[in-house]
């Protein structure tokens, strides 16, 4: 059988088409529900378009948690194995940020200073130098040169002076 009608509309991913044997088949009825049909098919690719990429998406969010996870999990390790190896030394460490702010203090530094460790957690490392310029000086050579070998005074909660030696 021949073709005497064909009609073709296209939309946003190809293009519907509709033939048939009888001359003149479709009519305007015809046609506006093809239109509408074809409006449907673009909206469906467009959206099953919109659910691929929004699984990539996903796909993309766990594996980037699943990234972060490990890395939050090996950064716990490894300030464990910090504290392990620091935490049973005979000689004290502390460790501060620039502002000053005690971050850390192994057992012997808090023993060695007269401070319970949840002392030491709230002063701040100027609280602790017998001169406040040492402190500056510290600070400052770290800035400059982001290391720094010292020797200064601090001050044990019984006010008593204590020599320290180091390097940043």
Known sequence: ???????DVPFSHGTLAVNSTVPDAFDQEDMDTLQAMARVLSEGFQRLE???L????????EREVIERRRA???LQESEARFRRLTDDLPIGIAHS???GHVLYSNPYNSRLMGY????????RAQDLYLRLEDREELARKLRENGEHAFEYQLRRKDGQAVWVRGKT
């Open 116 to 123: 319970t460790p949840e002392e030491m957690a709230r002063l």
């Open 50 to 52: 919109d659910f691929r």
């Open 97 to 99: 940020t620039p502002d």
């Open 1 to 7: 059988q021949l073709i005497h009608s064909v009609v």
């Open 72 to 74: 939050e999990e090996s």
């Open 54 to 61: 929004l699984e990539q998406r996903n796909q993309d969010l």
